[in-house]
DNA sequence: CATGTTTGTAAGTGTGCACTCACAAACAAG
DNA sequence: CTTGTTTGTGAGTGCACACTTACAAACATG
């Protein structure tokens, strides 16, 4: 025994997150999130319940992270008015998701909610991170609107390489958003 | 000879957005576009170069709609202020996607942006949207940003079924948006 | 009618991948 | 040391699917 199943599933989580974000579900053979986690495939299947499981179990893994970065951003906010613990959250959300793992594997995830277990993961994590945004920062229902809105508009800014884009229409788009 | 090779193109066009909007690009055979089309899988590996030829010919389609549609709210404004002409293509854009297959088709596109041809179809797309957007409505650059980050939000709120959600978290995310 | 072109398909082929199973080594407990 | 449990893998199995090929029927043109 190398090392205990427990320790195991977090490591392959963490990989899963990772490859998963690249290129989604469907076209991510659970032999790579093996071959990234360092172990074999057969016990990758032996630690989750199949393929989609493990996809599910990342998403909450991936959801988990995103909760903890905005209630730490939270802490460090200039303020106590809800706008500024919004653009602490905001900007904590920023760094983290500057690697872009968290940030694909959510839309990956948005892609696959024809599936019903993932649609209901994408809900269970949404539901965690706005309720806590909303009541920690006193904010009101149209400024957590905005604020998921302009993350939303993040994936769309990241996927497309618009940061990447100089033309005028891009340059509107990306306008003031933090470093993705 | 039934039909022209052209009019069949159109016809697969249809069916691909239709069908790859349910499942994704990659969880979805060929043979499901060909079915929907009511032609044999073979003869779309004849009127497009691949799967990926078709999609990407599909996301082309997607995007040509979604602009005319809101070429044509724009038409419909009540004046011609810059946020009622916003207003006005929101409008015919959530009337547009009410069925939605457009929706559903620009995450998926999204979500296979690692292919850099899908990658440059997305971006194509909202070249397209956004400039017209811009100088239709001579809107100003926050404003064009608000426009598409709400459109964003849109996707959310369809993909992870919160317009069923009682819960108020989820009822501030959909607060006000146009029927989806 | 003969010849050529376009539309259309049935029947493969090869490969990649989800999932299983038989088996082995490390550790624990008596 | 023996017996049992947990960790771990190599070697399959079966199926789905992207793409091809050989062939046929519809139409056009002379």
């Given at each position: 025994?190398?090392?205990?199943?427990?320790?195991?599933?977090?490591?392959?989580?963490?990989?899963?997150?990772?490859?998963?974000?690249?290129?989604?579900?469907?076209?991510?053979?659970?032999?790579?999130?093996?071959?990234?986690?360092?172990?074999?495939?057969?016990?990758?299947?032996?630690?989750?319940?199949?393929?989609?499981?493990?996809?599910?179990?990342?998403?909450?893994?991936?959801?988990?992270?995103?909760?903890?970065?905005?209630?730490?951003?939270?802490?460090?906010?200039?303020?106590?008015?809800p706008?500024?613990?919004?653009?602490?959250?905001?900007?904590?959300?920023?760094?983290?998701?500057?690697?872009?793992?968290?940030?694909?594997?959510?839309?990956?995830?948005?892609?696959?909610?024809?599936?019903?277990?993932?649609?209901?993961?994408?809900?269970?994590?949404?539901?965690?991170?706005?309720?806590?945004?909303?009541s920690r920062a006193r904010a009101?229902?149209?400024?957590?609107?905005?604020?998921?809105?302009?993350?939303?508009?993040?994936?769309?800014?990241?996927?497309?390489?618009?940061?990447?884009?100089?033309?005028?229409?891009?340059?509107?788009?990306?306008?003031?958003?933090?470093?993705?």
């Open positions: 025994m190398r090392s205990t199943a427990e320790a195991r599933r977090v490591t392959v989580l963490n990989a899963a997150v990772s490859v998963f974000a690249r290129a989604g579900f469907h076209a991510t053979p659970v032999t790579a999130v093996a071959a990234a986690a360092g172990i074999s495939e057969a016990y990758v299947f032996r630690l989750f319940s199949g393929k989609l499981g493990l996809f599910v179990a990342a998403a909450g893994a991936c959801f988990d992270r995103i909760a903890d970065a905005i209630e730490a951003g939270a802490e460090r906010a200039g303020g106590d008015s706008e500024e613990i919004l653009d602490a959250m905001g900007g904590a959300y920023a760094e983290l998701i500057a690697d872009r793992d968290l940030l694909l594997f959510q839309v990956q995830a948005q892609a696959v909610t024809d599936i019903p277990e993932v649609a209901e993961a994408v809900r269970a994590g949404y539901r965690r991170v706005a309720t806590f945004v909303q009101s229902d149209a400024q957590v609107q905005q604020f998921f809105a302009y993350g939303q508009l993040c994936h769309l800014i990241v996927t497309a390489g618009l940061e990447q884009v100089p033309e005028p229409w891009a340059r509107a788009l990306t306008a003031g958003i933090r470093h993705p």
